[in-house]
């Protein structure tokens, strides 16, 4: 009965929270005829905390600009017009001089888009960084809990996506996502569902950094590893951290994914070994054979599979996928 009312209660909290029609929309065109020319002013211009969820609608254009959505924005979705063409770019790096600080950019301020809220959405929409390389350099940076993004192209190079915090929980639905290396890393719990997720040079797809304690780290779910023609030395990931989670299911991959699948991060003097404590794992992997792939990554059973739903992953969070 207990169970039964919690569920109930997240059911609730989920259909209140995003199933609602938002109490104000906001209108960014760089042609004027808008609200704002400029994304992070809609922004700005929303009451923190607020009572509810505010759509804040993006026209096409190119907006070059680096944003923040700060801990006290909650409860945003920023959907643009047509996803090619409603385009948000920057191109800081690891390194680089801020024009206003006169510090150097880390790779965690290199971001284009900082979403540091909870509860926000991203749909239609194209986010970039577009400093090749320079060093590394994110196009999107999430914090906040219960993110999602739908039908958005992530673009960049070297830590495209950092999928940051220990509590935060993250998905992606039908999103092209490509880098160089390392694109996709951080702490986050994030399921990714049927993305591509594209590779511009032989190196590593993710890099993740679980804490010990948590059950998972990324799921790719019926998603689609793609890569240039002339690539052919492609891991699916390495351990930026001792404990990181990795698992691919139903996941279709190209020839540009190397046998052994994975990379172990040797000569990481601060976590050496530590291919003895990642979790690594795979099934009904299609397109390449992983009969070859290390000994440390493991082929699931059906009996494992089970535990990977959505409800189990985010621990009760089910994602609303019918974004309008």
């Not at 993006?58 to 944003?67: M, Q, T």
């Not at 190079?157 to 993250?170: E, F, I, K, P």
């Not at 390495?238 to 691919?248: D, E, G, M, S």
């Amino acid at each position: 009965m207990k169970a039964t009312l919690t569920l109930i209660l997240l059911f609730l909290f989920n259909h209140f929270l995003f199933g609602s029609e938002p109490y104000k929309t906001i209108t960014v065109s760089k042609d004027g005829n808008g609200d704002f020319t400029k994304i992070q002013e809609a922004i700005n211009s929303v009451r923190d905390l607020g009572p509810g969820e505010v759509l804040i609608l993006i026209k096409n254009g190119i907006y070059n600009e680096k944003i923040n959505i700060p801990s006290w924005k909650t409860q945003l979705k920023l959907k643009g017009e047509i996803k090619e063409k409603t385009i948000i770019t920057n191109d800081d790096y690891a390194g680089k001089i801020d024009a206003l600080t006169h510090q150097k950019i880390l790779t965690y301020t290199s971001y284009t888009l900082l979403i540091a809220a909870d509860n926000i959405m991203l749909e239609n929409l194209t986010i970039q960084n577009t400093s090749c390389n320079q060093g590394q350099a994110v196009a999107l940076h999430v914090e906040g809990d219960r993110f999602i993004a739908k039908n958005t192209n992530i673009r960049g190079c070297q830590d495209t996506l950092y999928t940051a915090t220990n509590n935060s929980r993250q998905y992606y639905e039908n999103c092209l996502i490509e880098g160089t290396t390392d694109f996709i890393f951080g702490e986050a719990t994030a399921v990714f569902k049927d993305c591509i997720i594209n590779s511009l040079a032989n190196s590593f797809i993710t890099a993740n950094a679980s804490a010990k304690e948590k059950q998972f780290g990324y799921v790719f779910f019926d998603c689609t590893l793609t890569a240039s023609n002339h690539l052919n030395k492609v891991y699916l990931g390495r351990p930026w951290r001792p404990y990181a989670k990795t698992v691919f299911i139903n996941t279709t991959m190209g020839n540009h994914i190397l046998d052994e699948g994975w990379n172990a991060w040797t000569g990481d003097k601060m976590f050496p070994n530590k291919e003895k404590t990642t979790f690594y794992a795979e099934y009904n992997t299609k397109g390449v054979d992983t009969k070859k792939r290390v000994n440390w990554s493991l082929q699931l059973t059906k009996n494992q599979l089970k535990k990977y739903t959505i409800q189990n992953i985010f621990n009760g969070w089910i994602p609303n996928k019918s974004l309008k």
